[in-house]
């Protein structure tokens, strides 16, 4: 019989790429704000924490209308969550969430919805998860860009 082959080489790569605090979690119950007289979101129910990193599959489509001219589409903003094999795996329309981006800053203020099961496998390296961003819009607007010199982050 022989034995499971090692990925043991590839966790000082993994340590490098699963880097970023996800957060998975439901959205808290409605309540009612007694002041307004208004149902508010309440507070965010945590499922876990884990290490992982969050990458792009694609981006919003586009289809031709009646009239022949291209629009996009509702967005299907496609991405994978990569974490580690013994975190848990997500279950469908959890919401995902990095806390803290350690390279790029744009990751933050966005929410996820998983799409299906994470992924599981024979032989793997990392727990895949599908997700779809379900972010509307930016958290703060777009500042003009000032020109500056840009030191890549490794």
């Known amino acids: 019989m022989s034995s499971p082959v090692s990925l ?9 790429i699963l880097v970023d ?3 998975m979690f439901r959205p808290g119950p409605q309540i009612l704000n007694e002041t307004t007289g208004e149902y508010e979101p309440g507070p965010d129910v945590i499922l876990w924490e884990v290490l992982g ?22 967005t299907r ?8 094999l013994d975190a848990p795996v997500a279950s469908r329309d959890i919401c995902v969430r990095v806390t803290t981006a350690t390279v790029d800053q744009g990751l933050l ?14 032989l793997a390296i990392v727990r895949t998860t599908w997700m779809d961003e379900v972010t509307q ?7 003009a860009a000032q020109p500056e010199a840009h030191t890549p982050p490794f």
């Open 8 to 16: 043991a080489a590839l966790e000082p790569v993994l340590k490098r």
């Open 21 to 23: 605090p996800v957060q």
């Open 53 to 74: 990193a969050v990458f792009s599959a694609g981006g919003p489509g586009a289809v031709m209308s009646l009239a022949g001219q291209a629009y996009q589409d509702d």
């Open 77 to 84: 903003n496609r991405y994978q969550l990569l974490t580690w």
């Open 109 to 122: 203020n966005r929410v996820w919805r998983v799409l299906d099961l994470s992924q599981a496998q024979t």
């Open 137 to 143: 819009q930016a958290a703060q607007p777009m500042q």
